[in-house]
Structures are given as C-alpha cells and as structure tokens.
C-alpha cells in the first residue's frame, strides 16, 4: 500500500491511497514490473475504485485480477481503520516532513509500516486516480507550506 498524507499544524490527512498489485510470477509489487497494477483506493472506507496496469497509450482498467478472476473493484482491504489511525499517527512523528508517502503492509497482524518517503511518487496515485493530484486540497496544503500554486 502507498498512503500519501498531508501533515497540517493541527492534525494529519490521507489524501489519496492506493494498493501496489503484483501479478504473474513477479516476485515484488514494484508497478514498473511489466503486468503489475495499481488500484485507487476510497480513503475512508479502503474500497478499491479503480484499478490500472501499464502507462500511456498502454494503460488499461482492469475490474478482476488476471491470475486468479477475481473481482477487485468494490473490494474492501482489511484492517483500513487500524491502517488509517496507524498513518495519521505515525505522520505527527515527523512533523518536519509536511507531504508523506507511506509504504505500508497488511499482515495478519494488521498494518505494518515499512517506509516512509518524503513527498513519494505521486505519480502512481495520478496513475491510479487517473486524475491529478493538485486538487484544491493540495493546493491549499502547498500554501501552507508557503509554496505558491
């Protein structure tokens, strides 16, 4: 999972999330693995939106799982409210860094955090949206910062 969130003065927001797919006999969920997907993710109910695989004039929208058929639109991952208080949390600790991309697993233990990114790629969350990520929320976070948009 990538969970890019935005740390205000006063609290810390998800502003957009997503899951790494991993597919064929890939062995990590890196998307520059050829086959591998990337699914848009409803930030407060961790539902699956919308699902992607490859770039450009060869992205597709998938709605099953090519290995195994089944649905991924609609599905919801598990343990999203343990996850959401886990990166709210987690971001206030590094208060210095105000655009935080979480890399974080879900284990049967619930989430994990592994890694935390400064700012991340957001293009995988453009990818996955399949819209921008400089919406008029992010854009008042970046004036925040005092960057002008």
């Known amino acids: 999972m990538r969970v890019l969130v935005l740390v205000?003065?006063?609290?810390?927001?998800?502003?957009?999330?997503?899951?790494?797919?991993?597919?064929?006999?890939?062995p990590a969920d890196n998307y520059w693995?050829?086959?591998?997907?990337?699914?848009?993710?409803?930030?407060?109910?961790?539902?699956?939106?919308?699902?992607v695989r490859g770039v450009g004039a060869d992205l597709t929208e998938c709605v099953a799982h090519p290995d195994t058929g089944g649905a991924l639109i609609g599905t919801a991952l598990p343990d999203w409210i343990k996850l959401r208080n886990l990166v709210t949390k987690a971001a206030c600790v590094?208060?210095?860094?105000?655009?935080?991309?979480?890399?974080?697993a879900l284990?049967?233990?619930?989430?994990?955090?592994?890694?935390?990114?400064?700012?991340?790629?957001?293009?995988?969350?453009q990818l996955a949206?399949?819209?921008?990520?400089?919406?008029?929320?992010?854009r008042s976070h970046l004036s925040e910062c005092g960057y002008r948009c």
């Open 107 to 125: 284990t049967d233990r619930g989430p994990v955090c592994l890694e935390l990114n400064y700012g991340g790629d957001l293009n995988l969350a």
């Open 33 to 51: 693995r050829p086959g591998n997907m990337v699914a848009a993710l409803d930030t407060m109910t961790g539902q699956i939106r919308r699902v």
């Open 94 to 104: 590094f208060p210095g860094i105000r655009t935080q991309s979480w890399d974080i």
């Open 8 to 26: 205000r003065p006063d609290r810390s927001v998800i502003h957009r999330a997503l899951a790494k797919i991993a597919t064929g006999s890939n």
């Open 129 to 138: 949206e399949g819209r921008g990520v400089l919406d008029e929320a992010y």
